[in-house]
Antibody
Framework: EVQLVESGGGPVKPGGSLRLSCATS????????MNWLRQAPGKGPEWVSSISTTSGHIYYADSVRGRFTISRDNAKSSLSLQMTSLRVEDTAVYYC????????WGQGTLVTVSS | DIQMTQSPSSLSVSVGDRVTITCQAS??????LNWYQQKPGKAPKVLIY???NLETGVPSRFSGSGSGTYFTFTITSLQPEDIATYYC?????????FGGGTKLEIK
């Protein structure tokens, strides 16, 4: 069974940093591109970032480029998102998702940016 | 970015109803489209992938069709547990983009 478990969310002040992690199992992690998506309260999902299987290709939404960094550890089947210079508008549930189509999502971790 | 126009945004339904949701892409996305169901406080769950393929374990009352720019999602006989918000999502070109969602409510 495919499992993705996010962690690392929590409250943070504007300008602060957080590192999200996604532990995976049930599939060959190194064969799959991976994604981070988010969903602000009461809004639809929004793509944040994608990383290819060997980390050779990395993409970011314009809204987070230069502030967020995606990375992966194929040996540990894990995905990370380092978030810096956080803004109030970054408040959302953050999900990791498997594959180019982001077909399978974890349960999410809530990031709240507030003073 | 590819714009996904989903309609309707909300629908008042009764158990047993046939429900159809449409999604139009701003350019040809071939069949690179997923349909998700989301219940409050839960992550989106894929029901249909590649426009028309039923995800394993998903009841056969759910179906999807279309290619290119026009797609439809159908629930043939709505069950109480189907009350949720549904999203289409294209994955032909980054950024991945979503329709605005269709919220089903009981009539």
């Amino acid at each position: 069974e495919v499992q993705l478990v996010e962690s690392g969310g929590g409250p943070v002040k504007p300008g602060g940093s957080l590192r999200l992690s996604c532990a995976t199992s049930g599939f060959t992690f190194s064969d799959n591109s991976m994604n981070w998506l988010r969903q602000a309260p009461g809004k639809g999902p929004e793509w944040v970032s994608s990383i290819s299987t060997t980390s050779g290709h990395i993409y970011y939404a314009d809204s987070v480029r230069g502030r967020f960094t995606i990375s992966r550890d194929n040996a540990k089947s894990s995905l990370s998102l380092q978030m810096t210079s956080l803004r109030v508008e970054d408040t959302a549930v953050y999900y990791c998702a498997r594959g180019g189509g982001a077909q399978h999502w974890g349960q999410g971790t809530l990031v709240t940016v507030s003073s | 970015d590819i714009q996904m126009t989903q309609s309707p945004s909300s629908l008042s339904v009764s158990v047993g109803d046939r429900v159809t949701i449409t999604c139009q892409a701003s350019q040809d996305i071939k069949n690179y489209l997923n349909w998700y169901q989301q219940k409050p406080g839960k992550a989106p769950k894929v029901l249909i992938y590649d426009a028309s393929n039923l995800e394993t374990g998903v009841p056969s009352r759910f179906s999807g069709s279309g290619s290119g720019t026009y797609f439809t999602f159908t629930i043939t006989s709505l069950q109480p547990e189907d009350i949720a918000t549904y999203y289409c999502q294209q994955f032909d070109i980054l950024p991945l983009t979503f329709g605005g969602g269709t919220k089903l409510e009981i009539k």
